[in-house]
């Protein structure tokens, strides 16, 4: 296509740090990385995902169950449980219970972590799913404690249990009772695993930190996002403190899929069927229970999603 | 030193490089210590000892942190800060240890874990997490203290034990002061705010109920070594017996399962369920109440 045909934006709004889309006048969207204008009802039905360059926008965890679960299915566990601010945090006078309020409001979610039951293709699984806008998706009192009824009530459902996260890791505001979260969702999966009931765990971007280093990093399966930058240590603080200068693609799924850290990398789009596979096999192999009454089979899991 | 001795002058404390490290501890407690080397996958991380040897007449596995007493032999342990070779090295141990039985003691004593490139590169999230999985299922009785520093991931990579002790003047948080300040103070110099508000002193987490006990320093750690050490060698061997009883009378699924509720139960949390009906939370206050 000749480049004269090809309108340049005139909308003025930009926001460079928000890795969303940004929405010129609702009917079209900008992709943030190639920053080429989607037609914004190809951008939703592609799962936010830009047809042009790929890029996997972040999704809330709400647009996250509702991208991966069979419609209606899901029902929300422990919707009450917040932290009770064990240490009274507050930094530069900045109080964390008014933060948490204002986040609340404005994500409309009370924790970083939603949890509950759904079904995937007509399998049911157990599903904890972080929530981004929710103070980075840290992982706090709240958030451990309903990761681990979550597993424990998959342990008596038996149940597979799957994980979608992205994280900028263990919350600060709760200092070691965060830190011990790390710890106690991991001894959790320890007990999901003696009772022989899978773990598969979702990375998105960007996950980092307590949350790559606990729960997320210990499962039965891991697949990961196009693209999503996943580590433990950010690498603006590796650059910092080493000075050593990153290769290209540094901490991409792509990058640990190479160096054997990931099973998989799987486009958004292509997630629900990835799974359904696995906990047909997971189904028949370790939960005696039948399968359900439609079976999607495909050769999804043969190759990674480029 | 008192209770009341600000959290800031406690992380300098544990920092000194005077201060005895894990292998004064280990070579003061342990009789025929054998330091064995290696993950057997990559490497042998110096930033972690481990080995083998006999506290108060049992055999035991024992590791911890190592960090140097200047800055040569700092340059050479890293600073404390192991990369996953250290963990895997640590969990290779702990597989040992539970395949013949012995009791683990663990020498905390950390910055954090390695941020580097090779790090990342063999997997220093994984490696981190693999041993916190094995930790809580590791079927054998296991001791940690915090020696000096507790710094984040890469201290709680081998302190998921049975029992944890910290030295009075010891800390063990979420991230360093300096890091915290520089996240949410936005300015690194607010470390000594940021330590007090980070609530990282033996202190405060006995009252968490976190730790489960503080050895008292009545001089600071350096200026009365082998008395802190001993004084740590009698904790360890009190907390230990008490553990090795209930396996033994009780059986290794109880000490387990005890494990488990230990960790189980830390968070602060309440359930709002009921008064929210979905609305979004009221105002909390600060309860400071944590289990609840």
């Known amino acids: 296509m000749p480049d004269f045909f090809r309108r340049k934006p005139t909308f003025n709004r930009e926001n460079a740090d928000n890795d969303g889309p940004v929405v010129p006048d609702g009917l079209w969207v900008k992709c943030a990385k190639c920053k080429d204008l989607v037609y914004s009802k190809d951008f939703e039905r592609w799962f936010r995902v830009c047809p042009k360059c790929d890029h996997h926008a972040r999704l809330t965890a709400k647009q996250r169950v509702e991208y991966l679960l069979d419609s209606g299915s899901f029902e929300e566990w422990d919707r009450g449980i917040v932290t009770s601010d064990p240490l009274n945090f507050s930094a530069n006078g900045d109080r964390y219970s008014d933060k948490l309020r204002q986040t609340a409001e404005k994500s409309g979610q009370r924790e970083s972590l939603i949890t509950g039951k759904g079904r995937i293709r007509g399998y049911d699984a157990v599903i904890a799913a972080t929530e981004f806008g929710f103070l980075g998706a840290s992982m706090g009192s709240a958030f451990g404690e309903k990761f681990v009824r979550a597993v424990e009530q998959a342990i008596e459902l038996r149940l597979p249990f799957i994980s979608v996260s992205n994280s900028g890791g263990a919350r600060m505001h709760e200092s070691t009772f965060s830190l011990m979260q790390m710890a106690k969702t991991t001894a959790a999966l320890s007990r999901l695993g003696e009772h022989k009931l899978p773990h598969i765990s979702i990375l998105t971007d960007p996950c980092y930190g307590g949350v790559t280093a606990s729960y997320a990093m210990v499962a039965d399966i891991i697949m990961a996002e196009p693209g999503a930058m996943i580590g433990f240590a950010g690498p603006r603080v590796i650059e910092q403190i080493t000075r050593q200068k990153l290769p290209d693609g540094f901490q991409t799924a792509e990058f640990l899929l190479e160096h054997g850290m990931i099973d998989k990398v799987c486009r958004r789009s292509e997630l629900a069927e990835a799974l359904s596979l696995l906990l047909l096999h997971y189904t028949d192999a370790t939960m005696g229970r039948r399968q359900p009454d439609y079976v999607y089979v495909s050769n999804g899991l043969g190759e990674d999603g480029s | ?292």
Not at chain 2, 206 to 222: Q, S, T
Not at chain 2, 275 to 284: A, Q, R, S
Request: proline share 6%; charged share 25%.
């Open chain 2, 1 to 292: 030193m008192t209770a009341t001795t600000p959290a800031w002058e406690r992380v300098q404390l544990a920092r000194k490089p005077e201060r005895p490290h894990s292998l004064d501890y280990i070579n003061a407690l342990i009789s025929g210590f054998v330091e064995l080397h290696g993950d057997r996958r990559f490497g042998d991380d110096p930033a972690v000892v481990t080995g083998i040897g006999a506290f108060n007449g049992r055999t035991v596995m024992v590791l911890g942190h190592q960090k140097g007493s200047n800055t040569r032999e700092n340059l050479d342990r890293n600073f404390g800060m192991p990369g996953p070779d250290g963990y895997r090295k640590a969990l290779r141990i702990f597989k040992h240890a539970e395949k013949f039985d012995f009791p683990i003691i663990c020498f905390i004593d950390t910055p954090g874990a390695d941020p580097g490139l090779g790090s990342e590169e063999r997997g220093q999230a994984t490696a981190i997490a693999e041993n916190l999985l094995a930790l809580a299922s590791l079927r054998v009785p296991s001791v940690g203290v915090v020696i000096g520093e507790g710094g984040s991931g890469g201290a709680l990579a081998i302190s998921v034990t049975d029992r944890l002790l910290m030295l009075e003047n010891s800390v063990y948080a979420v991230a360093s002061p300096e890091a915290c300040a520089a996240i949410l103070w936005k300015d690194s110099s607010a470390a000594p705010e940021a330590a007090e508000a980070l609530k990282l002193t033996a202190q405060d987490l006995l009252e968490f109920e976190i730790i489960d006990e503080i050895v008292p320093e009545l001089e600071p750690a350096h200026e009365a070594m082998d008395q802190t050490i001993q004084r740590t060698g009698d904790v360890i061997e009190r907390h230990l017996a008490e553990i090795e009883a209930i396996a033994s009378d009780q059986g290794i699924d109880n000490l387990l399962e005890v494990r488990y509720q230990k960790y189980r139960n830390i968070g602060a949390w309440v359930d709002k369920q009921e008064e929210m009906l979905g609305e979004l939370p009221t105002p909390m206050t600060a309860s400071g109440n944590p289990g609840s």
